[in-house]
Nanobody
Framework: QVKLAESGGGSVQAGGSLRLSCAAS????????MGWFRQSPGKQREWVAN????????YYADSVKGRFTITQDRATNMLYLRMNSVKPEDTAVYYC????????????????WGQGTQVTVSS
């Protein structure tokens, strides 16, 4: 059973930066794809970025490409999302996710989810 716990959310002004963290436990070799999603009130959950854990390849939604960076630390089972040049439309609850599938680029359905961390961007 994989457990995920996000942290690092908070309030930030537009144009600022924030780094989200996701601590993963209960696995080591069984997860090949991890991702970040977000959900704003009244909207569907939106995919943000994926990372293929063994190869390190990363994939981004057009809305965050060039501003957000997904990284991992495999030694500590940590996933990160660096958010730069944030905008008010980035305001959402951010979730990390993990899955055993090796097909990572287009993966949007994940087996394991965290509880989310709130990010609020003020203008």
């Amino acid at each position: 059973q994989v457990k995920l716990a996000e942290s690092g959310g908070g309030s930030v002004q537009a144009g600022g930066s924030l780094r989200l963290s996701c601590a993963a436990s209960g696995y080591s070799y069984s997860v090949y794809c991890m991702g970040w999603f977000r959900q704003s009130p009244g909207k569907q959950r939106e995919w943000v970025a994926n990372i293929y854990t063994t190869g390190g390849a990363t994939y981004y939604a057009d809305s965050v490409k060039g501003r957000f960076t997904i990284t991992q630390d495999r030694a500590t089972n940590m996933l990160y999302l660096r958010m730069n040049s944030v905008k008010p439309e980035d305001t959402a609850v951010y979730y990390c996710a993990a899955d055993g599938s090796r097909a990572c680029r287009d993966r949007r359905i994940f087996e394991y989810w965290g509880q989310g961390t709130q990010v609020t961007v003020s203008s």
